[in-house]
């Protein structure tokens, strides 16, 4: 099930973002990249405040957060993180689907992420398309990331 961000939901928010970081990401990127990303510990007071603002979108798996994705109203996706003991269950794939319906309905011509190394393959299979790799410094390391777009002006690339 996905639903819009509740209050409370901020904790898992912060382990999930934590955890996918350390224990996914850190299978492409440097330890020392992975510390500038994200501190070991999870910061639920930061993720509290970001929630209350980007409220975004959860999916909920067995009474519990599973994932989580933040879809900005220009059709930007400013993060997608799925905990690491539900990768692979088509939880960032459904989460992605909501985000292209949500931008459709608003009539929106694009959705378009910064997707990591990680990420990008949900992506791809998608239809979105990389538009150019950015090196983005964060916390004096550099990370590659994928500025990527799926045009929604042709409905061939829904689905």
């Keep these: 099930m996905i639903r819009r961000y509740e209050p409370g939901d901020h904790t898992a928010i912060a382990e999930i973002f934590t955890r996918a970081i ?23 007071e930061h993720w509290k405040t970001r929630c209350e603002q980007k409220r975004p979108y959860v999916y909920v798996s067995e009474g519990r957060v599973a994932g989580f994705l933040e879809l900005d109203d220009d059709g930007h996706i400013d993060c997608m993180y799925v905990h690491p003991e539900e990768v ?3 939880i960032a794939s459904a989460l992605v689907d909501l985000a292209i319906e949500n931008c459709v309905a608003a009539g ?3 959705v378009f ?12 299979k998608k239809g979105f398309r990389v ?7 964060l916390n004096g390391e550099l990370l590659t990331n994928f500025a990527m777009e799926l ?9």
Excluded: I, M
């Design 131 to 137: 538009v150019e790799e950015r090196q983005v410094a």
């Design 108 to 110: 929106l011509l694009r």
């Design 22 to 44: 350390h224990e996914v990401a850190s299978e492409v990127y440097t330890p020392a990249q992975c510390a500038a990303w994200s501190d070991k510990r999870p910061n639920p």
């Design 113 to 124: 992420v910064e997707a990591s190394h990680c990420a990008r393959p949900v992506f791809e």
């Design 151 to 159: 045009p929604l002006d042709d409905s061939s690339n829904l689905g």
């Design 88 to 90: 692979r269950k088509g």
